[in-house]
């Protein structure tokens, strides 16, 4: 067991059931998480005999990473885990803290037409620990704290959704690396009964939705998961999270030239989230070899953007970040086998 995949109750559990005191748990956090010792037997303030009880039943292990590309404001990862599966996170350096956006599976299965990501059909979840251990390996490599984390990069986080609950866990817990919930920013392309099941739980993560469409008949095309769960049973579920979570919903909508950025677009997707606490993150749309889709030109952005504005919704527009070290939205990829 890899003990980056626990919980501070996790641990105290199995303090508790070896006889110790459950503070233990929270040294062991201190040590990993605020001092960043890679071994047990760094950990000095913890009896001997304790230190071999923890390795003899846990492991301290790290996939390895084994691409950096630079770019302006912009770092791209390649990880490959222990199994030999790679996977991408990508570091932005905002004027506001440094972000990182962290894959949740490897490949991805919601077949998505416009994504890079999901060329290669899921392989596997991801664990907790190689969640945790990207914001890990990022921090020391850099050596920066990492203060917002994104899980926007490859995988549907809510198809992986108790593993993601447990990492959003253990990096937001106050002895560890203390990310505050309000710094997360959980995104899904619209698995309506895990949102359900994640507005029960009362974070106060912050939420995103794909919509990318303002209809069924387009949103169909562009994102299998509408066929499972159309824009209607989205939107409810979004009016339900609303009515329990104090919180602002995202909807992310990619623009795509000719397909989706049109005037009467915008002005259904103005009338189908008029009431909605939420605003509209419009995504200048990053071209990968999906070469069907091309980049809305940023008059036509700014022309959605006003309608949106004009019908009293909140809008913004992405910035643009990394797509010079292909780092940007829908360009990361699982499989380098076969390109490199
Ligand atoms: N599966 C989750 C998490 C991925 S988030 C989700 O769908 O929300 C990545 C975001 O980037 C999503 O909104 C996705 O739709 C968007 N995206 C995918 N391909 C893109 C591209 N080529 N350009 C811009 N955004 C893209």
């Not at 945790?132 to 203060?147: D, G």
């Not at 049973?233 to 919180?247: C, W």
């Not at 909605?276 to 749309?285: E, F, K, Q, R, S």
Request: hydrophobic fraction near 35%; proline fraction near 2%; charge should be positive.
């Amino acid at each position: 067991m890899n003990i980056y995949s626990l919980r501070r109750k996790d641990l105290e559990n199995y303090f508790e059931n070896i006889g110790q005191k459950k503070f233990k748990a929270v040294q062991v956090y201190e040590w990993l998480y605020k001092k960043k010792v890679t071994s047990f037997a760094s950990m000095s303030n913890i009896k001997k005999e304790i230190i071999q009880k923890l390795e003899e039943d846990f492991e301290i292990a790290t996939p390895e990473i084994i691409k950096i590309q630079n770019g302006k404001d912009v770092h791209k990862f390649l990880f490959n885990m222990q199994d030999g599966e790679k996977i991408e996170a990508v570091l932005m350096n905002h004027d506001y803290g440094n972000s990182l956006c962290v894959s949740t599976q490897v490949g991805c299965n919601m077949g998505c037409a416009f994504c890079e990501s999901g060329r290669l059909k899921k392989r596997r979840n991801l664990t907790a620990d190689e969640m945790v251990t990207q914001i890990l390996l990022v921090e020391a490599e850099l050596n920066i704290r990492i203060s917002h984390v994104v899980l926007m990069g490859i995988g549907e986080p809510f198809d992986n959704y108790d593993n993601v609950m447990k990492f959003i866990d253990i990096i937001n817990d106050d002895n560890g690396l203390g990310i505050g919930a309000r710094h997360i920013t959980v995104s899904t392309c619209g698995i309506v009964p895990k949102i359900r099941e994640f507005s029960k739980e009362k974070r106060q993560v912050n939420l995103a939705i794909s919509l990318h469409a303002p209809n069924d008949e387009l949103r169909n095309k562009l994102m299998k998961i509408n066929l499972a769960y159309p824009i209607k049973e989205v939107i409810g579920a979004v009016k339900d999270y609303l009515k329990v979570n104090n919180r602002k919903v995202t909807f992310e909508y990619i623009m795509l030239k000719g397909v989706n950025d049109k005037e009467k677009h915008a002005i259904e997707l103005a009338n189908l989230l008029k009431g909605l606490t939420c605003y509209v993150n419009l995504i200048p749309y990053n071209e990968t070899s999906h070469i069907e889709f091309k980049k809305t030109e940023n008059k036509d952005i700014m022309r959605f953007y006003d309608i949106l504005k004009k019908n009293k919704i909140n809008v913004t527009v992405r910035r643009e970040f990394g797509s010079e070290v292909e780092a940007a939205c829908g360009q990361l990829r699982s499989n380098y086998k076969e390109e490199k």
